[in-house]
Nanobody, 123 residues
Framework: VQLQASGGGLVQAGGSLSLSCAAS????????MGWFRQAQGKEREFVAA????????SYADSVEGRFTISRDNLKATVHLQMNSLNPEDTAVYYC?????????????????WGKGTLVTVSS
């Protein structure tokens, strides 16, 4: 199983970026896909996730109202639209899959991880 993330880059504060993550290799059990991020010197934290079957989304308080997560069922891809970015959003963003039910916010319970993609927001 591979998770291929794309997007990210450098943007000024107030700007927008979009991330995508495509799953391949045959995920037979997919409960949720989502994003975590890790800023330099900090622990990895939950950003957003979507429960695959229901399409219900969850967000961290810090991104609620600014970020939107969506999915493409046919392509097994999840997208993260990030608006009104600020320097505190600077981090490496990781895509993750949870294969069974439970908290979509727990990094410890993710079954698969993609390689991170760097998002840098300049002030």
């Amino acid at each position: 199983v591979q998770l291929q993330a794309s997007g990210g880059g450098l943007v000024q504060a107030g700007g927008s970026l979009s991330l995508s993550c495509a799953a391949s290799g045959g995920i037979f059990s997919l409960y949720s896909m989502g994003w975590f991020r890790q800023a330099q010197g900090k622990e990895r934290e939950f950003v957003a996730a979507i429960v695959w079957s229901a399409g219900s989304a969850s967000y961290a308080d810090s991104v609620e109202g600014r970020f939107t997560i969506s999915r493409d069922n046919l392509k097994a891809t999840v997208h993260l639209q990030m608006n009104s970015l600020n320097p505190e959003d600077t981090a490496v963003y990781y895509c993750a899959v949870r294969s069974k039910g439970g908290s979509v916010r727990s990094a410890a319970d993710m079954a698969y991880w993609g390689k991170g993609t760097l998002v840098t927001v300049s002030s």
